[in-house]
């Protein structure tokens, strides 16, 4: 049976941010965080699609400091 790895993807989505839902909560641990989707219609000549983008980000680094990727949504 083959083991499996963490990876990571890295992509890019080019088009318009149509619906964003987000919240901000707090984990059993106590931990604040924001999570959601956001929606991105993309165009290909006539064809539109509709990405969702679920995202997720802890409020805090583990050395304590801001995440910047909490305080960019």
């Known amino acids: 049976m083959a083991e499996l790895r963490q990876g990571q993807n890295n992509l890019e989505i080019v088009g318009t941010v149509k ?3 987000l919240k901000v909560a707090t984990n ?4 604040e965080y924001i999570s959601g989707r956001v929606e ?6 006539e064809k539109v ?6 995202v997720f980000s802890l409020k805090l680094k583990k050395d304590g400091t ?8």
Request: glycine fraction near 14%.
């Open 40 to 45: 991105i219609e993309v165009r290909d000549g």
């Open 49 to 54: 699609n509709v990405i969702p983008v679920r």
């Open 28 to 31: 059993k641990t106590g931990k």
């Open 66 to 73: 801001e995440n910047g990727l909490y305080k960019g949504y």
């Open 19 to 21: 619906k964003v839902d």
